[in-house]
């Protein structure tokens, strides 16, 4: 079966930055999804950037805009977030997540996630 397998999280401080991979355990589905989402604890896990791998296009939620990048190696069969600028209420498990959507948003719209990886910002 196909897993995700994150990686890259840590202790930074405020205003630091911090690049998560995320490699499947087979090639990227062609047509598919790739996106970030983070918990915190007693929080709901919510969206936070996607890529589509065909058309790269990617978006992402009101709250990282401007300072999270996702992008994607395909020698590296991997998708990054490259965060910038990080505030302590980035502090959360970051999962990896694969849709075969075009462009979703909602966490039951994915349906492949990895085990997640944590990311804890000091202030």
């Known amino acids: 079966q196909v897993q995700l397998v994150e990686s890259g999280g840590g202790l930074v401080q405020a205003g630091g930055s911090l690049r998560l991979s995320c490699t499947p355990s087979?090639?990227?589905?062609?047509?598919?999804?790739m996106g970030w989402f983070r918990q915190a604890p007693g929080k709901e896990r919510e969206f936070v950037a996607a890529?589509?791998?065909?058309?790269?296009?990617?978006y992402y939620s009101d709250s990282v805009e401007g300072r999270f990048t996702i992008s994607r190696d395909d020698a590296k069969n991997t998708i990054y977030l490259q965060m910038n600028s990080l505030k302590p209420e980035d502090t959360a498990v970051y999962l990896c997540?694969?849709?075969?959507?075009?462009?979703?948003?909602?966490?039951?719209?994915?349906?492949?996630w990895g085990q997640g990886t944590q990311v804890t910002v000091s202030s």
């Open positions: 997540a694969a849709s075969p959507l075009r462009a979703p948003r909602m966490q039951h719209e994915y349906y492949l």
């Open positions: 087979a090639p990227t589905f062609s047509g598919y999804t």
């Open positions: 890529l589509n791998w065909i058309t790269e296009t990617t």
